[in-house]
Nanobody, 123 residues
């Protein structure tokens, strides 16, 4: 099992940047494929980005070129660098982990979730 805790959310103006962190407990973080999801009010949780345990990355089309996912296995931490933020990026951002092979874009494919961190982008 792994426990996940997000941090780094906050209020930022459009065009600004934030870096989210996801700290994982346990010594097997390097074995997990990880992802970031977000949920805006009244909307379903949606895929943002994922990173395999080997470091391969995948992005939703709406964040390509703006967001960068990364991980530091020595620190048991995953990151999401968000640049050129837009008001429509406002949401609660969740990190998620899965022990199965490969990354996934569906929430049902992730067994472990953090509590979320709020990101608000003002216009």
């Amino acid at each position: 099992q792994v426990q996940l805790v997000e941090s780094g959310g906050g209020l930022v103006q459009a065009g600004g940047s934030l870096r989210l962190s996801c700290a994982a407990s346990g010594r097997t973080f390097s074995l997990y494929n990880m992802g970031w999801f977000r949920q805006a009010p009244g909307k379903e949780r949606e895929f943002v980005a994922a990173i395999s345990r080997g470091g391969s990355t995948y992005y939703a089309d709406f964040v390509k070129g703006r967001f960068t996912i990364s991980r530091d296995n020595a620190k048991n931490t995953m990151y999401l660098q968000m640049n050129s933020l837009k008001p429509e990026d406002t949401a609660i951002y969740y990190c998620a982990g899965r022990g199965m092979l490969g990354v996934a874009v569906d929430t049902h494919d992730y067994a472990y979730w953090g509590q979320g961190t709020q990101v608000t982008v003002s216009s």
